[in-house]
């Protein structure tokens, strides 16, 4: 399940339109309370843990099992019991944000503590050339100007998007917020903060990211940039970022050895 | 090299694998001289830890000379004689600098899949499943150690690889669930589990102050050992009943705390135990808690639990009442290794204690198959295994 730092707000043109429907019926307490890329995520996690503790017929196993099962039933239904008892409510968030206009697309935003100074953390991400040290979907950002820069993105079977970038905010030490220019393969806009942690225990840094289909473009297709998962992706690109500042590289296991079983 | 992989319940292999690499610039590569098998081995070898995938290389004791390091590595260098802990920590994250090893921020690059488990996730940890990070462990020739400056500790000369061994794990483990005992001198601390974790945890209860230590097993030759390290003893198939016998010894008051060195692999016959055996056959719980049940009842008004041993999932008729009522405290967890590594060492260096009076076995790394098998059915008397990669049978066959 998600951390109660996490939120994820469906905006419309998915796939899985659903949360929308249910969005207009009425104000009343919902049946569903699960944002659809959330469920999407369940259903597959899920999926994934009960396929896995299942195969591995052991009881460990099926303890993974009943839990994948949770999150199948999170996930199919739209319905979480942890998040009615915690009252929270993904599918009905807030909306408000950054620039990605109308009422389309996908918002994540997401948050993780880091043991650094505000000023390091900030320095270190306005020089966006550093953003794909930690976001595994980007290829490269360029940076072309004071506010501006190029990105190029990872998209499916090896082919990338493009687009320009601007910074429309900072402040330092504090905010920058971005936005893709006219012409993007893929409209969309991010922000970032940086607020000191309660007793001094670090920075608090708070990402919200959206990204908006072009005209044609299912919802889905852009969920592929972030490997069916963009609620996901956020939260691995920020605990990347948090090991490359805390401890000057990201944990790794690739490329160690193993035994041919594999 | 040659390495110890998994490849499935009751099914460990010697595979030829690849020698490791550095892989991050902090990294160092061990040659490794010992290498133990540990009660935890047993968990993952009956199959009782999830995401484990056939050929990932065991082992989480080891200690050896230092290969190569990385180039950001400044307190190490090649030819250095280290111990290294089991728990793999960065040392700058919140939780290490409070000292909580095991609870790192940073050192699980799976920490999605043990967040799915348990709400946040725990530190990497060597050989010991793919929530845990995946790490290939240290029963093989050489390993690939992360955070070479904050883990490895090294160690003089005079003391012998098998005085220092158990720095890497369970010296640590039994000292820290002593200390989560918060013993008072005069205090009775009562142990479930005579194993290797369990024997140390006596020795560390007195040298924490305890006035007795009374050790709960039904294996002979480790009840003789636990016997030797000055406890008393009680078979947990005595018909008279663990709680019973312990309410007895402690003058009705019952034991100002108690220490879970078994895990989530509790025998018995008692009905708690044959419950869980059901219940765990008809795939309804995961672990079998029978030693942490009883710890839990048997602990005295106000006392405290310890719990070093392991527990994976889910639980099923925790006494959750006798723990309220009785106002107790519960303390647990992976072992912070690295912050016991130096005041132990000069435990051992002061001649305090000697951890290698465990050792049964003493075997090649090629025969760590049948090492296995010998612990697992307690055969010949086995309580602590030592590997020592690199050598022949001649040199490794006593015991
Ligand atoms: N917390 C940590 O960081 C950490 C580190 C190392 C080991 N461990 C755990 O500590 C536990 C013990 O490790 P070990 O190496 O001593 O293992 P071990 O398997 O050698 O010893 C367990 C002992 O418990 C006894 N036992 C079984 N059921 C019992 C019961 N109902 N009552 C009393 N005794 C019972 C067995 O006869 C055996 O002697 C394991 O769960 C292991 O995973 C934890
Ligand atoms: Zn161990
Ligand atoms: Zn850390």
Known sequence: MSSPATSITNVGTRSDDKTDATRNKSSRKPSVNVGSTERTISTVGGAALALYGLSRGSLAGIAIAAIGGGLIYRGTTGHCNVYEAINVDTAHGKHGGVSVPGNSGIKVEKSITINKPASELYKYWRNFENLPRFMDHLESVTVSGEKNSHWVAKAPAGTTVEWDAEIINEKENELIAWRSLEGADVDNAGSVRFEEATGGRGTVVKVSIEYNPPGGIVGATIAKLFGEEPNQQVQEDLRRFKQVMETGARSTTEGQSAGAGR | ?399
Not at chain 2, 293 to 312: F, L
């Open chain 2, 1 to 399: 090299m040659k390495a110890i992989c998994w490849y499935g319940k009751d099914d460990v292999r010697v595979d030829t694998v690849p020698d490791p690499k550095i892989l991050n610039q902090s990294d160092a590569v061990i040659k490794i001289t010992s290498t133990a098998i540990c009660g935890s081995d047993l968990h993952l070898l009956n199959g009782y830890i999830p995401t484990m995938q056939k050929g990932d290389i065991l082992g989480h004791e080891f200690m050896g000379i230092v290969e190569e390091t990385g180039s950001e590595v400044k307190n190490l260098k090649r030819g250095d004689r280290v111990v290294v802990p089991f728990t793999i920590s960065c040392g700058n994250c919140f939780f290490c600098q409070k000292e909580m090893f095991s609870l790192c921020d940073n050192s699980n690059p799976n920490a999605w899949m043990a967040e799915k488990l348990y709400g946040y996730s725990p530190s990497g940890l060597f050989g010991f499943s793919h929530m845990m990070g995946g790490y290939a462990g240290g029963q093989a020739e050489y390993a690939r150690v992360p955070f070479a400056d904050v883990g490895p500790i090294k160690v003089p000369d005079e003391l012998e690889d098998e005085q220092v061994l158990f720095l890497s794990d369970i010296f640590p483990t039994a000292y820290m669930a002593a200390e989560n005992c918060r013993i008072e001198p005069g205090d009775t601390v009562a142990i479930w589990g005579a194993g290797p974790v369990g024997l140390l945890a006596i020795k560390s209860a007195f040298m924490l102050g305890a006035g007795r230590v009374i050790s709960i097993d039904s294996v002979e030759e480790r009840m003789a050992l636990a016997r030797q390290a000055g406890a008393e003893t009680l078979d947990f198939n005595d018909e008279e009943g663990v709680l019973e016998l312990l309410k007895q010894k402690t003058g009705g008051r019952g034991p100002d705390s108690c220490l879970d060195a078994v895990g989530l692999e509790a025998h018995g016959t008692s009905m708690g135990a044959i419950y869980d055996r059901i219940k765990a056959t008809a795939f309804l719980a995961t672990d079998r808690p029978n030693a942490l049940r009883q710890a839990i009842v048997g602990c005295r008004k106000g006392g405290t639990v310890s719990v070093p041993g392991v527990y994976g999932g889910l639980l099923d008729k925790m006494p959750i009442g006798a723990a309220f009522n009785k106002a107790l405290t519960i303390k647990m967890g992976q072992t912070h290794v690295q912050h016991y590594l130096k005041p132990l060492l000069a435990r051992i260096k002061g001649g305090e204690i000697d951890p290698s009076f465990i050792i049964t076995h003493r075997m090649r790394l090629e025969d760590a198959p049948e090492g296995y098998a010998s612990f697992k059915h307690k055969q010949d008397n086995c309580i602590k295994i030592v590997l020592k990669p690199g050598q022949s049978a001649a040199t490794t066959n006593g015991h």
